[in-house]
């Protein structure tokens, strides 16, 4: 159930879908969509440099961001909701070097080949009303744009970037 990234990389990293219900990098599938824009209509060169300045000052404190408690309640409402994961964070940790023409998304019915800035601006579902992806798992590749959401790459065995 895990989802290696390999080949024009530094680092070769493997994604788990099945931990990222803990992750608070998470976000309902409902919002992903949704929330896109009101992101970058807040970016701005300020917001930006002050982001750069958090990563360096306190690198502990940023990414990744997991294992807060989890109440009652939200364990509850876990276990409800469908979920996405940005995966430019885990794109940013494999280092793409910069050659890297494209990515190739081995799958259960083939191979499909997307950009390294669709796969860099893409989401991965893990989890359908809290349950791990079964059909197609163990994730969906949904692109922020949303142009894909209606038929998402499914069935990832793993990515090669090329």
Do not use: C
């Not at 290696?4 to 998470?26: A, E, M």
């Not at 000052?57 to 509850?76: A, C, F, L, T």
């Not at 800035?117 to 009303?129: C, I, K, V």
């Amino acid at each position: 159930m895990i989802i290696p990234i390999l080949g024009n990389v530094t680092y070769q990293i493997t994604l788990d879908p099945s931990v990222w219900i803990f992750d608070d990098r998470k976000i309902r599938f409902e919002d992903a969509f949704q929330t896109e824009t009101k992101t970058n209509e807040q970016s701005s060169p300020e917001l930006e440099a002050a982001k750069r300045w958090d990563r360096a000052v306190y690198p502990d404190h940023i990414k990744p961001p997991v294992n807060r408690s989890i109440s009652r309640m939200e364990g509850k409402e876990i276990l409800k909701n469908s979920y996405v994961i940005p995966l430019s964070d885990f794109i940013e940790n494999a280092e793409i070097k910069h050659d890297a023409e494209s990515a190739v998304l081995e799958t259960n019915t083939g191979e499909v080949s997307i950009s390294i800035d669709q796969l860099t601006n893409s989401y991965m579902l893990f989890a359908w009303n809290g349950k791990k992806l079964k059909n197609g798992g163990p994730a969906h590749l949904y692109f922020r744009d949303g142009s894909n959401k209606k038929n998402p790459i499914k069935g990832i065995k793993k990515i090669r970037v090329i």
